[in-house]
């Protein structure tokens, strides 16, 4: 089945933005265009994505581990596109490695233990 994304306009936002510009992205943003509610910085993959990965990762929130460890909801974008969809990242995205972040119910990003992933 094709993703339909939600259609908006998109600007420039990150312009002096000079790392690697790759991310991941949840379709519960993309396609059912939610807000981000999660988002945390890995240490890039590069043997997956070349050297574009910023280690971003980003989420609605509300994905169980099941819709999550599945990579057909998933996509790589560019930060500028995620930054578009929801403005509230962009003075997150200078954060280091290992960074996580929630939305808490007043609609404002705290930061959080990140925690690494076993393999």
Do not use: H
Not at 7 to 29: T, Y
Not at 33 to 38: A, S
Request: with cysteine.
């Amino acid at each position: 089945m094709e993703k339909v994304f939600k259609k908006i306009d998109l600007k420039a936002i990150l312009v002096d933005w000079d790392e690697p510009d790759g991310c991941i992205a949840a379709d519960r943003i993309m396609v059912d265009g939610q807000r981000v509610g999660y988002m945390y910085r890995e240490v890039p993959d590069d043997t997956a994505f070349g050297k574009v990965d910023s280690g971003w990762r980003f989420f609605a929130g509300d994905e169980d581990d099941d819709y999550a460890n599945n990579p057909d909801n998933l996509g790589l974008y560019k930060l500028n596109t995620i930054c578009n969809y929801d403005s509230a990242i962009v003075p997150l995205l200078t954060s280091p490695y290992n960074s996580a972040y929630f939305k808490n119910e007043d609609g404002i990003f705290e930061a959080e233990p990140f925690e690494v992933a076993e393999e």
